[in-house]
């Protein structure tokens, strides 16, 4: 008689320098420890280190992989939103299905089981995107939890007919509303009406905003101070603030105690913020991404995501959440197991919390897991260490070989070394 479901072996775990075997039953962890007993499935993992997979808190599925029909010229946030508004006026919702499945699987396969995915709702996509998203869901629930953010990306005291749409999409599916202060000509209307939405269907909110190099006329005190008021702490999120890397270092500690204290997150987009950002200096060009390492030390919760796959904000990428945390290190100039460790935290434990889920390795929690090619969490970002295997509840989601050397005979060789 078979004790587990599912038996993983020989795997090793963040803060464990001993392998050890995790016991699956009926989806959830059952037990952690040695020589568990017998299983149903056995799965060597050969010392790979398991962890509750990654969590990507900012991407677009929707206008992901558009290349083919936008031509960058400038590289700049206006020309990305002007080509990107022009490009999704023709999008139907098979079109979209279908780019965002190839996101989507991507980011399955490169250990990513939880995500939240803006949506644009405006007269020109209407609901053709947001439909698709939604079927999009329900085939990859097997292998990822989807979060859909019904957004407003060009504005809405201009347009109006966005809120009917938002509202739309809220009562039909959208787990959560987004709004995007920086393209509204009222951006504190702007701000209070997606707060009103987020009351009105008790939802969380983020905001894109802040996304230049100008310190000054940030967003960030109408939104924190709405926050607080409405006593939404906890269930706000900014993504970019990119204004920040543009401020002293007083002005990023204050806006970070406030942050802090209000309850709101803070996402930085490393390879979309690199890409348009501080095209206007012809020397020492900015880095433009957020200060999340400085935000992280004053209690901010802290996330690095993708933001956009092969479109003209972000003209390449894969969906791989661990590239992203590399980036941010190299960007940001760490270096030591801990900071690389927190930066791991960005993309995994931070990216749950700040979507509303409980993850981790522990007896009775759900046995979403991805075994990593790598002893430790910095040692991943450092390597950006494949992920080899994924479950969800215990169902196996993927599997990717590890890569190995070979010669004639079928083994790996080394050459040997002249005198």
Same mark, same amino acid.
């Given at each position: 008689?078979?004790?587990?479901?599912?038996?993983?072996?020989?795997?090793?775990?963040?803060?464990?320098?001993?392998?050890?075997?995790?016991?699956?039953?009926?989806?959830?962890?059952?037990?952690?420890?040695?020589?568990?007993?017998?299983?149903?499935?056995?799965?060597?993992?050969?010392?790979?280190?398991?962890?509750?997979?990654?969590?990507?808190?900012?991407?677009?599925?929707?206008?992901?992989?558009?290349?083919?029909?936008?031509?960058?010229?400038?590289?700049?946030?206006?020309?990305?939103?002007?080509?990107?508004?022009?490009?999704?006026?023709?999008?139907? !919702?098979?079109?979209?299905?279908?780019?965002?499945?190839?996101?989507?699987?991507?980011?399955?396969?490169?250990?990513?089981?939880?995500?939240?995915?803006?949506?644009?709702?405006?007269?020109?996509?209407?609901?053709?995107?947001?439909?698709?998203?939604?079927?999009?869901?329900?085939?990859?629930?097997?292998?990822?939890?989807?979060?859909?953010?019904?957004?407003?990306?060009?504005?809405?005291?201009?347009?109006?007919?966005?809120?009917?749409?938002?509202?739309?999409?809220?009562?039909?599916?959208?787990?959560?509303?987004?709004?995007?202060?920086?393209?509204?000509?009222?951006?504190?209307?702007?701000?209070?009406?997606?707060?009103?939405?987020?009351?009105?269907? &008790?939802?969380?909110?983020?905001?894109?905003?802040?996304?230049?190099?100008?310190?000054?006329?940030?967003?960030?005190?109408?939104?924190?101070?709405?926050?607080?008021?409405?006593?939404?702490?906890?269930?706000?999120?900014?993504?970019?603030?990119?204004?920040?890397?543009?401020?002293?270092?007083?002005?990023?500690?204050?806006?970070?105690?406030?942050?802090?204290?209000?309850?709101?997150?803070?996402?930085?987009?490393?390879?979309?913020?690199?890409?348009?950002?501080?095209?206007?200096?012809?020397?020492?060009?900015?880095?433009?991404?957020?200060?999340?390492?400085?935000?992280?030390?004053?209690?901010?919760?802290?996330?690095?995501?993708?933001?956009?796959?092969? &479109?003209?904000?972000?003209?390449?990428?894969?969906?791989?959440?661990?590239?992203?945390?590399?980036?941010?290190?190299?960007?940001?100039?760490?270096?030591?197991?801990?900071?690389?460790?927190?930066?791991?935290?960005?993309?995994?434990?931070?990216?749950?919390?700040?979507?509303?889920?409980?993850?981790?390795?522990?007896?009775?929690?759900?046995?979403?897991?991805?075994?990593?090619?790598?002893?430790?969490?910095?040692?991943?970002?450092?390597?950006?260490?494949?992920?080899?295997?994924?479950?969800?509840?215990?169902?196996?989601?993927?599997?990717?070989?590890?890569? !190995?050397?070979?010669?004639?005979?079928?083994?790996?060789?080394?050459?040997?070394?002249?005198?």
């Amino acid at each position: 008689m078979s004790a587990f479901d599912l038996l993983i072996v020989g795997v090793t775990r963040p803060g464990h320098s001993v392998p050890c075997e995790i016991g699956v039953i009926e989806g959830r962890i059952a037990a952690i420890g040695p020589e568990l007993g017998p299983a149903a499935v056995r799965i060597e993992a050969q010392g790979a280190m398991a962890i509750p997979g990654y969590a990507e808190t900012h991407i677009h599925l929707d206008k992901a992989m558009i290349l083919d029909r936008c031509s960058i010229c400038n590289g700049t946030l206006a020309e990305a939103v002007s080509l990107t508004a022009s490009a999704k006026s023709g999008f139907t !919702r098979e079109d979209v299905y279908a780019r965002a499945a190839q996101v989507i699987e991507m980011a399955i396969v490169s250990g990513t089981n939880a995500m939240r995915s803006f949506v644009e709702l405006d007269p020109r996509a209407g609901l053709r995107s947001f439909q698709a998203l939604l079927d999009i869901r329900r085939a990859y629930d097997h292998a990822i939890n989807l979060t859909l953010c019904a957004f407003a990306q060009e504005g809405l005291t201009q347009e109006l007919e966005t809120a009917a749409l938002l509202k739309t999409a809220l009562e039909n599916g959208a787990d959560q509303i987004g709004g995007c202060p920086y393209m509204d000509p009222d951006p504190t209307a702007h701000v209070t009406a997606i707060f009103d939405l987020a009351q009105d269907y &008790n939802v969380a909110v983020d905001f894109h905003a802040d996304f230049d190099l100008d310190p000054e006329g940030s967003a960030l005190p109408e939104i924190i101070a709405q926050t607080e008021r409405r006593g939404w702490g906890g269930r706000v999120s900014i993504g970019h603030a990119t204004k920040m890397s543009a401020m002293a270092p007083q002005m990023v500690d204050e806006l970070a105690r406030r942050l802090a204290s209000a309850g709101i997150s803070v996402t930085a987009l490393p390879a979309t913020d690199l890409f348009l950002n501080g095209r206007d200096h012809d020397r020492l060009v900015p880095r433009g991404v957020a200060p999340l390492q400085t935000l992280d030390a004053q209690g901010v919760l802290t996330t690095i995501a993708s933001n956009n796959v092969l &479109n003209p904000f972000t003209p390449y990428g894969d969906a791989n959440l661990i590239r992203m945390a590399n980036l941010f290190a190299n960007l940001a100039q760490l270096a030591s197991d801990q900071e690389l460790a927190r930066c791991f935290d960005m993309v995994s434990a931070n990216g749950f919390a700040q979507l509303g889920l409980e993850r981790d390795l522990r007896v009775g929690a759900p046995a979403d897991l991805v075994l990593v090619d790598a002893p430790t969490p910095a040692d991943a970002v450092r390597r950006l260490a494949a992920p080899i295997m994924g479950f969800k509840t215990g169902c196996q989601t993927f599997v990717r070989e590890r890569a !190995r050397l070979t010669g004639t005979d079928g083994h790996a060789h080394r050459k040997k070394a002249h005198p």
